[in-house]
């Protein structure tokens, strides 16, 4: 196990990021002096879970923080600052509505059961103008912009300080390129276990904002920032493993339409597990109000939304919810930007591991073009149409939240739904546009 005070003498780090993430994604953080590192690694950093979006009160005793060594991250642009992700600890006890607690607890559950996760995500983001409100690109206006290469070459410097970074630390990425959307980017870098998946993912979304800020940008993850354009995925590919991590479970052939495209009956029932609970899925996988204009949305400029509304399967064809690509995965394209790291793995990992106790049936397989003919599919549920709706499906599905946690599912809801109440007591310009003269 890494010892950080070590590492911090050979390294040359001054501070530590003691960092966690709260229930809806955002990014919480002690910056720790190297002389007092050990003590904060036995014990934790301080927090009022109050203070952040996590289901406490200010009578709460303090949460803390307990640094995981093995996840350290020396700041490649900043290298006398390293970042380490912290488990978080109330009175001995973890706290169970803390999101990396709730994934390292089905983790177990599935090594348990002799099952190793490794997931991959495509975290797609916008470099704005230092307002968020436009792109920060002026000559990026193509009706097709997907791998404009004049695009990402004017975006070079961002782009290829992210990647060198990445490639400094071992992360293997391997394509970086220009979306959909104008003004949009996409970076992509080696599968792993489920949990280093997410740490990389947290850390990832800290690094592009944090180069973004240093060239005068402003990168975004949110679903749909622009309207009318592409909004940001956030797809998994998801493969299940031996304990040992050499054999793909998912690989085989189990016959029928689930064999035709190479996965495994485990796999099979696996992706039933996915399809039994996708209307639930959606509060974790797309979690705020903006998460619903990119999944329910009308054709954008490109021609295509690249995001279902629909619960289906299929093989190598990218308008259904799950693709396919190649035996032994499959690849979820519910998630978005917003999707919070260690919550997007988690859910995966239990309606996984729910469809494979039940023996789920992913249903048919339908290798039609959803954007074009999607209305002649009768029987397939549709996806929430928004935020509202996926609360009350995920609060309905009684196995998920018992999965995900008792006391986790009760709080995310709580706050969930006190979120919806603050949107929809806010006046809007459209409802003044649209009923002052009725």
């Not at 993850?221 to 054999?247: Q, R, Y």
Request: net charge negative; charged share 25%.
């Amino acid at each position: 196990m890494t010892d950080l005070a070590a590492f911090a003498q050979e390294k040359g780090v001054k501070y530590f990021m003691i960092s966690f993430t709260d229930l809806f994604g955002g990014q919480r953080a002690k910056l720790v002096p190297a002389q007092a590192i050990a003590g904060m690694a036995e014990e934790g950093a301080g927090f009022a879970g109050f203070a952040t979006w996590l289901d406490m009160t200010p009578a709460h005793p303090d949460m803390l923080a307990v640094p995981d060594p093995e996840t350290v991250i020396q700041l490649p642009w900043k290298p006398e600052v390293a970042w380490v992700a912290a488990n978080c600890v109330m009175e001995g006890e973890e706290v169970a509505q803390a999101p990396r607690n709730v994934l390292r607890k089905l983790i177990k559950e599935a090594a348990a059961e002799g099952l190793r996760v490794k997931t991959g995500v495509e975290a797609e983001f916008f470099l704005l103008t230092p307002e968020g409100t436009e792109i920060s690109d002026e000559a990026d206006t193509a009706a097709k912009p997907c791998y404009d290469q004049q695009a990402v070459m004017r975006r070079y410097d961002v782009i290829g300080e992210i990647c060198d970074y990445m490639l400094e630390l071992g992360w293997g990425p391997y394509q970086n390129d220009h979306e959909d959307a104008n003004g949009q980017f996409e970076m992509n870098w080696e599968f792993d276990d489920a949990l280093v998946t997410a740490d990389r993912h947290s850390f990832f979304k800290f690094m592009v904002k944090s180069v973004a800020e240093k060239h005068g940008l402003r990168a975004t993850f949110m679903p749909k920032p622009i309207e009318g354009l592409t909004g940001n995925g956030c797809h998994a590919h998801i493969s299940v493993w031996d304990t040992s991590g050499t054999t793909n479970a998912f690989a085989g052939d189990a016959g029928g339409q689930i064999g035709e495209v190479g996965l495994s009956e485990q796999g099979g029932h696996f992706l039933g597990g996915i399809m039994k609970h996708a209307e639930a899925l959606a509060a974790i996988t797309n979690p705020t109000v903006n998460s619903y204009k990119r999944i329910n949305a009308p054709r954008t400029v490109s021609g295509a939304t690249w995001a279902p509304n629909t619960v289906t399967w299929t093989g190598n064809n990218r308008t259904h919810m799950v693709r396919v690509p190649g035996p032994g995965r499959f690849e979820l394209r519910l998630p978005d930007g917003a999707a919070n790291p260690y919550l997007l793995q988690a859910v995966i990992i239990a309606a996984g591991l729910s469809g494979i106790r039940s023996k789920a049936d992913p249903g048919p397989r339908y290798d039609i073009d959803m954007y074009a003919e999607g209305h002649t599919v009768s029987g397939a549920p549709r996806l929430p149409l928004n935020m509202l709706d996926a609360i009350r499906g995920f609060d309905a599905d009684a196995e998920l939240k018992a999965m995900l946690g008792e006391e986790f599912s009760a709080s995310f809801i709580k706050k969930k739904r006190e979120e919806w109440d603050s949107f929809v007591s806010h006046f809007s310009r459209w409802e003044r546009e649209h009923t002052l003269d009725i």
